[in-house]
């Protein structure tokens, strides 16, 4: 027990909040959970932890009729080796058993270092077929490659994501960053993580997609 306690708390330091645990009465189905599994981009880099996209995701499905915990599983600098890395120890940290829903965002950082395609497609698939053996819905969030790695590598790159999404029959989210990259207004002084209001454009965008999957609808 001790062990345990001291992994999930491990686990909400790393990802800015407190391990889920439904609030569960006698005769009570307890509330939706979804793991938003990632990088800086989730983990809400230089935001407060209620300003991340996970947080602001959670109050636009309330929005939206749905009570959902959204577990903040990001990890500022994250690829997806480190991500297949820690996938099942993250998962084992849920109280509530398996979740309703993965939203896997991971692939920016293998691009910005310039990582091999094929490692990052490697470890995703990883990802996907252990998320599958569990009977884990997911949301494959996707990216693009920065256009100055040329484009051999942006094309290999690019075709990660939906060609993964139709290999193992998930919907997919094409880019993470839809109308807020190369937008001032939305991003920090690096031109690379959402601002505050990004975050909120982010989590408004991903809400009836993620409400349409927890009702079954896609």
């Known amino acids: 027990m001790l062990k345990f306690l001291c992994h999930a708390l491990v686990f909400a330091l790393l990802a ?73 120890w993250v998962l084992s940290g849920i109280n509530d058993g398996a979740p309703d829903l993965v939203i896997l965002e991971l692939g920016a950082n293998d691009a910005l270092r310039g990582v091999d395609p094929q490692v990052t497609r490697d470890n995703l698939d990883a990802m996907l077929r252990h998320l599958r053996a569990q009977d ?45 990259a190369a937008k001032a207004a939305l991003n920090q002084s690096d031109g690379m993580h959402p601002n505050e209001a990004g975050a909120s454009h982010i989590a408004k965008r991903l809400a009836p997609v993620v409400a349409d999957l927890l009702r079954g609808e896609r």
């Open 16 to 88: 800015g909040t407190a391990p889920v645990m439904a609030e569960e009465g006698e005769g009570m189905a307890r509330d939706k959970v979804i793991v938003m599994f990632g990088d800086s981009l989730t983990a809400g880099y230089g935001l407060p932890a209620a300003a991340a996209v996970p947080a602001r995701l959670e109050a636009e499905l309330r929005d939206l009729g749905i009570v959902a915990r959204v577990v903040n599983a990001g990890v500022s600098g994250d690829t997806t080796t480190g991500g297949r890395s820690r996938l099942e």
């Open 136 to 180: 884990i819905p997911v949301l494959l969030s996707g990216m693009y490659a920065p256009p100055n790695l040329g484009r051999e590598f942006g094309d290999l790159f690019n075709r990660i994501y939906p060609e993964l999404a139709a290999a193992h029959d998930v919907p997919l989210d094409p880019f993470f960053l839809d109308g807020v």
